[in-house]
């Protein structure tokens, strides 16, 4: 580990030669606080969502309503109930710089920390808590998210199919821990 101000600092999960401004599709997993089930219950292969599952379903929905600057492009999603898995199209917008790049050769300079995909996950977050908490709920996310740069089709199409059965696949899913 590092030491920033002489404490230590948890290394960055994001790609270190990657610009997540970058126009593409990005494969993302946010899992509640020690997996803990708030976002409902999948039974006999459908996922039933609780009231606080039925927020991240609105707030995800608001985060395409909210940033019509960036583009963005919503793909399959499902709300699981300890984590949330979503592919989120990020298109050519002002913010992204070269306009005439694809997703497989975008390596630049990072751009607006307020206009990327971790600006985007925060604000969903944020969303979720502060509405979560109106109902008194005493939840909590991890601190923070995994992602995957989809580079070509036949990765969007694995991962999309993974998103569509996975409540079909809860028992034998990494995340079914705390039942």
Not at 68 to 76: R, S, Y
Not at 117 to 129: D, N, P, Q, Y
Not at 146 to 161: A, C, G, V
């Given at each position: 580990m590092i030491k920033y101000k002489n404490k230590y600092r948890i290394n960055s999960a994001r790609h270190p030669d990657w610009d997540y401004s970058n126009h593409g599709n990005y494969f993302v997993t946010i899992c509640?606080?020690?997996?803990?089930h708030f976002f409902g219950d999948v039974l006999n292969g459908n996922m039933v969502l609780s009231d606080i599952g039925k927020i991240v379903k609105s707030q995800w929905i608001k985060t395409f309503e909210m940033r019509?600057?960036?583009?963005?492009?919503?793909?399959?999603y499902i709300i699981m109930?300890?984590?949330?898995?979503?592919?989120?199209?990020?298109?050519?917008?002002?913010?992204?710089?070269?306009?005439?790049?694809?997703?497989m050769h975008c390596v630049s300079s990072f751009g607006s920390?307020?206009?990327?995909?971790?600006?985007?996950?925060?604000?969903?977050?944020?969303?979720?808590?502060?509405?979560?908490?109106?109902l008194n709920m005493n939840f909590k996310w991890q601190t923070r998210f995994?992602?995957?740069?989809?580079?070509?089709?036949?990765?969007?199409?694995?991962?999309?199919?993974y998103i569509i059965n996975n409540p079909k696949n809860w028992t034998q899913d990494a995340f079914h821990c705390n039942s």
């Open positions: 509640t606080y020690n997996r803990q019509p600057d960036m583009n963005l492009i919503m793909h399959n109930p300890n984590h949330f898995h979503a592919i989120i199209g990020i298109g050519k917008n002002k913010y992204n710089g070269d306009l005439g790049r694809d997703a920390q307020s206009k990327n995909l971790a600006s985007i996950i925060r604000g969903f977050k944020i969303g979720v808590t502060k509405n979560a908490r109106i995994h992602d995957h740069i989809i580079r070509n089709e036949n990765s969007f199409l694995i991962i999309s199919n």
